[in-house]
């Protein structure tokens, strides 16, 4: 794999379903195989759940939910993310590698997306650029609003992973 060498920060990219991210390696704490991940009350499978890892519990979500809102099967591996000392696993389908990325004008057809994915092309694809403070933004959003939609009686509670 060639980067986009214009940009001389190391991101990890990384697949969730049909499309590429990279996020700067800076703020990546591990990547190991996914686990299975217990339940989080309040908070539906298809989201994610929690993890005992090292001793200490880590929120996973599936990247699906998490970039896209689309309903992916969890993947392979997890990648923990790291920002402000705040910890979060995310259950991607692929990693790729570790390479340089030049931001660049959007591509023709950037695919709807959360608000801390840039999407740029890079290596004649498409790839999501991911903003850390952001997508821990997002995370706490995300969690919190399925936990009151479940509370208010829209969603049901996990029950099984």
Same mark, same amino acid.
């Given at each position: 794999?060639? *980067?986009?060498? !214009?940009?001389?920060?190391?991101?990890? =990219?990384? @697949?969730?379903?049909?499309?590429?991210?990279?996020?700067?390696?800076?703020?990546?704490?591990?990547?190991?195989?996914?686990?299975?991940?217990?339940?989080? %009350?309040? $908070?539906?499978?298809?989201?994610?759940?929690?993890?005992?890892?090292?001793?200490?519990?880590?929120?996973?979500?599936?990247? +699906?939910?998490?970039?896209?809102? @689309?309903?992916?099967? %969890?993947?392979?591996?997890?990648?923990?993310? &790291?920002?402000?000392?705040? /910890?979060?696993?995310?259950?991607?389908?692929? $990693?790729? *590698?570790? !390479?340089?990325? /030049?931001?660049?004008?959007?591509?023709?057809?950037?695919? #709807? +997306?959360?608000?801390?994915? #840039? =999407?740029?092309?890079?290596? /004649?694809?498409?790839?999501?650029?991911? !903003? %850390?403070? *952001?997508?821990?933004?997002?995370?706490?959003?995300?969690?919190?609003? /399925?936990?009151?939609?479940?509370?208010?009686? &829209?969603?049901?509670?996990?029950? *099984?992973?």
């Amino acid at each position: 794999m060639s *980067g986009c060498a !214009e940009d001389p920060a190391a991101w990890l =990219w990384f @697949r969730v379903g049909d499309w590429n991210f990279a996020i700067p390696l800076a703020a990546v704490a591990g990547v190991m195989a996914a686990g299975t991940p217990s339940l989080i %009350p309040l $908070v539906p499978r298809s989201v994610g759940g929690i993890l005992n890892l090292r001793g200490e519990p880590l929120p996973v979500l599936i990247g +699906g939910a998490l970039f896209g809102g @689309r309903e992916y099967a %969890p993947g392979d591996y997890l990648l923990v993310f &790291e920002h402000d000392r705040r /910890r979060v696993g995310v259950v991607v389908h692929e $990693v790729r *590698g570790i !390479e340089g990325a /030049r931001r660049s004008a959007a591509p023709e057809h950037a695919p #709807e +997306g959360p608000s801390f994915v #840039e =999407w740029i092309v890079c290596n /004649r694809e498409t790839l999501g650029l991911i !903003e %850390p403070a *952001g997508l821990f933004d997002a995370v706490a959003a995300l969690l919190s609003a /399925r936990v009151a939609a479940d509370t208010q009686g &829209e969603g049901s509670c996990q029950h *099984g992973f």
